[in-house]
């Protein structure tokens, strides 16, 4: 069962960024760049260790987590993997963040790049709310699954089997009780960055 100890953490980071205009995550951010803000969630989960999951602009998004990882004091839990398929869809970099995965970790929790206001305690509140049989936790808010989710090791499997512009929400539809919910008032959970527009909305709520 996920513990934790025995957690690790993704932060997918892998897309162009096509219908921002350009490399969205290293958008300004407050005091950083927009990738900070879930690398910053990402490092206050119960995770051992957090995998940056790189795609386009590998080495400017690798170098912008470095940095951040300095920032907070946190350079030590920080690793990057490279998801060589990445045009090929969300699957593609969460399946290479799955597979970065350590070998003894019963759980991952998996942040998206461009969601910048998950609350930084949400994560510990999944593993919390995990029951005995159950495969996944995630937040809800308003009715809505949002981010980050937690998924457990049965599950890695399936993930891998994935493909396409679909990540892990494909299966948590199939779990039913098994899936652990967590009801927030945040809609940090469910906000993302698609355009500039949505980055000037979010800087505008904070």
Known sequence: M???????????????????GGPKLLAPWRDGVLLDGALSA?????????????????????????ACADRIGAADRL????????LQG???SLKAGVASVSSDAAGVFVFL????????????RLVEALAPGQLAAAPVTGG?????????????APVMALTGDQGAGV???TL?????????????????VDRPDDLDFLAGST
């Open 2 to 20: 996920a513990t934790e100890e025995s957690c690790e953490a993704l932060v997918l980071a892998a897309g162009s960024g096509r219908r921002f």
């Open 42 to 66: 990402a490092f206050a989960a119960p995770a051992r260790r957090v995998i940056l999951v790189t795609g386009a602009g590998a080495s400017e998004v690798a170098r912008a987590g470095e």
């Open 79 to 86: 690793s990057a993997t490279h998801a060589v398929d990445h």
């Open 90 to 92: 969300l699957s593609a």
């Open 113 to 124: 790049g461009d969601m910048p206001l998950v609350p930084p305690g949400m994560a510990a």
């Open 144 to 156: 809505r699954r949002g981010h980050p989710v937690l998924l457990t090791r049965p599950l890695f």
């Open 171 to 173: 299966l948590l539809k």
């Open 176 to 192: 039913g009780d098994r899936l652990a919910l967590v009801e927030t008032d945040d809609a940090g959970v469910l906000r993302d």
